[in-house]
């Protein structure tokens, strides 16, 4: 059985994205972007609600082909490019970049994926992610506090129907006061 972690910056109030779908409080250190890309590096499987596979696909198909880019973004955009992913979207018509799209139920298709064998799964995008934390789909939850406070906005979390015992498995302070905590969801 394959392995699902949500991951995602996220504001020390709880957001992973300010009002009006704002990521400028987010850029990470050069270490905390590195240790995403080898994240990405390592992910068999990347599922994607449609807003985060449109603001990830408008950038890093051809983010290294941009004036200024650094040797960790051409890294990362490969690494992003090649790995696959699956887009769930009722409304996107297509996907590309090493994606598929799926219309249908999310929580069946993410139960279906799981139970294939394969490298372990990120999911990402706060609907998504949500409905996968009330069915109880996710293992491992990590996040990549960063001190501010953003007031507002899409939340990590959603509104659970029953409580979620985790426990912590590491802890990695990066530059800048950003705080990684990573959590294993009790079985």
């Known amino acids: ?27 990470p250190s050069d270490e905390l972007f590195q240790w995403w890309s080898d994240r990405v590096g390592s992910t068999g499987l990347s599922l994607y609600g449609r807003k985060l596979w449109e603001t990830m696909s408008s ?20 690494r992003w490019r090649d790995m696959p992913k699956v887009v769930f979207s009722s409304t996107t018509g297509t996907v590309d970049w090493n994606a598929r799209l799926v219309t249908g139920d999310a929580v069946t298709e993410i139960s279906r994926l799981k139970a294939e064998d ?43 129907d029953n409580w979620v015992n985790l426990n912590l498995v590491e802890t990695r302070t990066f530059p800048d006061g950003v705080v990684l905590t990573r959590y294993e969801t009790k079985r």
Do not use: C
Not at 59 to 78: L, R
Not at 147 to 153: A, I, R
């Open 1 to 27: 059985m394959r392995k699902l972690t949500f991951a995602m910056n996220v504001s020390l109030d709880g957001y992973i994205a300010a009002p009006g779908d704002d990521l400028g409080w987010s850029t």
């Open 118 to 160: 394969g490298g372990p799964m990120d999911i990402g995008g706060a609907t998504l992610a949500g409905a996968a934390m009330r069915a109880g789909l996710i293992d491992e939850y990590v996040l990549a506090t960063a001190p501010v406070l953003v007031g507002g906005g899409t939340p990590f979390f959603t509104a659970l």
């Open 59 to 78: 950038h890093w198909p051809i983010a290294d082909q941009q004036p200024g880019v650094t040797p960790a973004e051409v890294e990362f955009a490969h």
